[in-house]
């Protein structure tokens, strides 16, 4: 579809009734798009899952993967990347036993989740990182649907290949459609020019930054480097992931920037999209050609497809590169090149403030702020939040029930994708409205307000999700009740308090 109309219509009565299920959305979602995507597939189905949940297992450890023509040496979980798709309903349980056959600690955090938290998967904060050899057992409810991620959260580890996805169906969908396909895109060098340690060494050596790497979406210095190959569902665009359906279908894409160190600008060539949901969230659906997407960010689409064979193109921000799939509606339409020019890219671009919370889903309004400063050292490569750096790093307190506001200033020369851990956060935006999300793109001279109600307990990591940044100091937390000093959190009590 090339006109203005979105495809959702009646939005607020929909939301308001809540009542507009399609059962056929989610069963032939599931299960075309584990075919169709090619994505591997575990979990129960939603039919079955509401039974018992069965534990899966992710096992991390050293493999040779293809990435397309590209073979490469990296670590995995179940020997795949992206790793095996999670998909539950909201509600029900995820039970995942994390095995570590790597020849280093980890963990697995699952991104933007609200979850209890000793099962955050965050080394020294929620627990201490499974050494090699032993495992962890990964349990808790997910109790929002929504388009998430896994990955590691050790060191570098990220930028290998330990991600995966995780999607929670709702079991009152509002949205109509009759596919879904979900879109991973990734940034690799891990096995092509070292490793992601080798990587962050060479920044650690350095002082200034690649003036070359400039996007004017992001406000200056778009990257730390440029990765050799950019990934859609761990296909490099030499040999392109495929989507294919029917012509006239109407497809959910939920797309998932599991980069270190890469925004990415989307389009689907010769369609527009229905924007209907942020970091999980949904939000008043807009018609845009394109948006941009930074680490941790997740944007949900409706589009309905024309037939032929349409490019999918991801392009690295301010780089040189892309991800490229091709969407396929018709079986002998000539593929497009992965070099293709894509018009949308540069039309309307999907910005903060078209998004919109339904006002089921607003925040209170806060009680306070709390102000947070990003910076940078003089060094270059130490990035600060109020002049801390992780090893001290910065711990702001609330009490639990409180809705507080940070106010979030960056004053240093680039943009930064904030994470906040286990809440999704309310970005207010001037006009006192604004998305739910839990991932925020900071533009240099920027302050965005962020509203957050603590009501999760615990010591939750809130940090720069450009991975070398976060490696480079940029990691602070948000924890309940009164200042612990230099105590960490007791891990191994959490772990045995949960097997009881
Ligand atoms: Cu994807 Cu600390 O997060
Ligand atoms: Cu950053």
Partial sequence: MSGGRGIVGGWSSSWGSGGRVSRRAFVTGTFASALAGAVPLLGAPPAAAAARPRAMVLRARPTTVSLGQRTV?????????????????????????????????????????????????????????????????YDFTVPDPGTYFYHSHVGTQPDRGLYGTLVVLDPREPLEYDEEFTVVLDDWLDGIEGTPDDALARLNAST?????????ALGGVAAEMVHPLYLVNGQAPDTPMTFRTAPGRVVRFRV?????????????GGHRMTVTHTDGFPCRPVNVDTF?????????????????????????????????????????????????????????MLAYRDLEAPSSFDLPRPSRSISVTLGMRPSGNEWTMNDKVAGDHLRLRVDRGETVRL????????????????????????????PRKDTVNVKPRQRLHLDVLADNPGEWMFHCHNLYHQEQGMMGS???????????????????????
């Fill in 73 to 137: 040496r990296t670590w995995t979980y179940n020997d795949e990347v992206p790793g095996p798709q999670i998909r539950v309903m909201a509600g029900e349980r995820v039970r995942a036993k994390l095995v570590n056959d790597l020849p280093a600690a980890t963990t697995v955090h699952w991104h933007g989740i609200r979850l209890d938290f000793p099962m955050d998967g965050a080394p020294g904060f929620s627990q201490e990182a499974t050494q090699p050899g032993k495992t962890f057992d």
């Fill in 208 to 216: 200034d930054h690649d003036d070359t790497l400039r996007s004017e």
């Fill in 256 to 268: 998932i920037n599991a980069a270190a160190d890469t925004a990415f600008r989307v389009a689907l």
């Fill in 292 to 348: 941009l997407i930074g680490m941790g960010e997740r944007y949900d689409f409706l589009t309905r497809l024309d037939e032929g064979a349409f490019p999918l193109v991801a392009v690295a921000e301010g780089k040189r590169g892309r991800a490229f799939a091709v969407v396929r509606t018709n079986r002998r339409a000539e593929s497009p090149a992965s070099t293709v020019q894509v018009p949308e890219l540069t039309e309307r």
């Fill in 407 to 434: 106010v979030v200033d960056n004053q240093s020369p680039m943009w930064h994708p904030m994470h906040l851990h286990g809440h999704t956060f309310q970005l207010r935006l001037a006009d006192g409205r604004g």
């Fill in 478 to 500: 948000i924890g309940y009740g009164p200042a612990r000093g230099n105590t960490r959190h007791r891990p191994q009590e959490h772990n045995r308090r949960r097997k009881r």
